[in-house]
């Protein structure tokens, strides 16, 4: 009876040895995938940065506000692409999602970010969530996001991740984001993440004296271009084009 007893004590030790030691590689393995992952979060800042230096005489500006980048930087845009695409997450381009959309390339996301000129506790419409990064980034700016989706496995995948990461100051819903979210209004930035034909109406009315909308304008197959409306008061906006860009288009019934 005592050697069973030793023998089992012996086999539960080690057991218990194995699953320590395999916990400890695993441990290794994620902290290496993070460094792996911040580092080339690091190197996606230096790209926008070089890109946004390109373009300043389109931007008006030759650097972005550094709270801008300190949240496209922490942001882990790896967790918001296709599992197989996890190995191009944090290149300077567009990725594909699904559904025929796309997350966008991380200098857009930044530039539009950027332009909005966001302070903390600021409430801010995004029409078109995707995969839900740029949500984040808002997020990480301290700001209260509404976001909507009208592709709704989109918006679940989107709706999931966020929780999951933590992101609990942005609502997500499924709908045409051409009508905007009119029982929340007003807002002080409206970023809209597709092309529009036109300015969107409804949007406009829902934009705060003095708040910005950033939106592309233009169709598939021609030139879109990105404009920046800034609401003056309730009768007057003023906008200005910011450079050309390539979006899918906003979709809809409108």
């Known amino acids: 009876m005592f050697a069973i007893d030793s023998y089992r004590s012996f086999i539960t030790s080690a057991v218990e040895a194995l699953l320590i030691a395999a916990s400890l590689i695993l441990a290794v393995e994620c902290a290496n995938a993070d460094d792996d992952f911040q580092a080339r979060r690091e190197n996606m ?82 029409i078109g969530t995707g995969s839900g990064y740029q949500a984040a980034v808002l997020a990480e700016l301290d700001t209260r996001v509404w976001s909507i989706e009208i592709i709704e496995p989109l918006a679940k995948r989107a709706d999931s991740l966020l929780r999951r990461l933590g992101y609990d100051r942005i609502e997500l819903r499924v709908g045409d984001g051409y009508y905007g979210w009119a029982e929340q209004a007003p807002f002080d930035a409206i970023i809209v993440t597709a092309a529009a034909s036109h300015i969107p109406p409804p949007l406009v009315k829902q934009l705060a004296i003095g708040g910005k909308m950033i939106i592309p304008v ?8 990105l404009i920046l409306i800034t609401r003056i008061d309730s009768e007057e906006v003023i906008t200005r084009q910011v450079l050309p860009v390539r979006f899918v288009p906003l979709t809809g019934s409108h």
């Open 45 to 126: 800042i230096r790209l926008i940065e070089n890109d946004v230096r390109a373009t300043s005489a389109y931007l008006k500006r030759a650097a972005l506000d550094e709270r801008v980048l300190a949240a496209m930087a922490s942001v882990p845009r790896h967790e918001f692409v296709p599992a197989d695409l996890v190995g191009d997450a944090y290149r300077n381009r567009p990725l594909p999602i699904g559904h025929g959309q796309t997350i966008s390339q991380p200098y857009i996301v930044a530039i539009m970010t950027d332009l909005l000129e966001l302070e903390a506790g600021q409430k801010v419409l995004e």
């Open 218 to 225: 233009g169709s598939r197959f021609s030139t879109q271009e």
